[in-house]
T-cell receptor, first 114, second 114 residues
Framework: AQSVTQPDIHITVSEGASLELRCNYS??????LFWYVQSPGQGLQLLLK??????LVQGIKGFEAEFKRSQSSFNLRKPSVHWSDAAEYFC????????????FGTGTRLLVSP | GAGVSQSPRYKVAKRGQDVALRCDPISGHVSLFWYQQALGQGPEFLTY????????KSGLPSDRFFAERPEGSVSTLKIQRTQQEDSAVYLCASSLAGGFETQYFGPGTRLLVL
């Protein structure tokens, strides 16, 4: 069965500093990978997704993620964090079943300090 | 344009009561998903509809959970004889088609069973 591990429950980053959120997945074949952000009272919003091709994926709000098959990882990065980036971030994986039956990690809460 | 809406936003139920949670997907979206998000966890897949057909209900926790989408638009998730362990946020998402179209999530319904 597929699974996703987000080892960091909380991360605090200073505003303007760089950010990397870790995600490791367990899946036999080539996974389809996603990062979502959830702000309080808001629905989950897709930041970026990887299906195939270039392993460095650009997303919205200045985020990017890199798929590394050898490490089973799909880490999310941002070069300069803004206070508005404070939220919960979820990594997710799905298999090629014809629709996105997403399996989510437990999330990483990002706190941004002034 | 309008996004995915869910109602009610909050629901308090006494143990043993039946509840019905409504999801209004984005107009024209063929695919509809329900997820359950327990406190401090990532969302977990419950069920998937393509138009009015329920193609996957493997994530429904028990036979007390029932979902329908009779006309291929609005969906209702019904929980019979609620238990305390049903307390969670129930998220609905829709996408334009099957395959790997982006899922757009609603704000969720927070259910508290006392």
């Amino acid at each position: 069965a597929q699974s996703v591990t987000q080892p960091d429950i909380h991360i605090t980053v200073s505003e303007g500093a760089s950010l990397e959120l870790r995600c490791n997945y367990s899946y036999g074949a080539t996974p389809y990978l996603f990062w979502y952000v959830q702000s309080p009272g808001q629905g989950l919003q897709l930041l970026l997704k990887y299906f195939s091709g270039d392993t460095l994926v650009q997303g919205i709000k200045g985020f990017e993620a890199e798929f590394k098959r050898s490490q089973s990882s799909f880490n999310l990065r941002k070069p300069s964090v803004h206070w508005s980036d404070a939220a919960e971030y979820f990594c997710a994986v799905t298999e090629n079943t014809g629709f996105q039956k997403l399996v989510f990690g437990t999330g990483t809460r990002l706190l941004v300090s002034p | 344009g309008a996004g995915v809406s869910q109602s009610p936003r909050y629901k308090v139920a006494k143990r043993g009561q039946d509840v019905a949670l409504r999801c209004d997907p984005i107009s024209g979206h063929v695919s509809l998903f329900w997820y359950q998000q327990a406190l401090g966890q990532g969302p977990e897949f419950l069920t998937y509809f393509q138009n009015e057909a329920q193609l996957d209900k493997s994530g429904l926790p028990s036979d007390r959970f029932f979902a329908e989408r009779p006309e291929g638009s609005v969906s209702t998730l019904k929980i019979q004889r609620t238990q305390q362990e049903d307390s969670a946020v129930y998220l609905c998402a829709s996408s334009l088609a099957g395959g790997f179209e982006t899922q757009y999530f609603g704000p969720g319904t927070r259910l508290l069973v006392l």
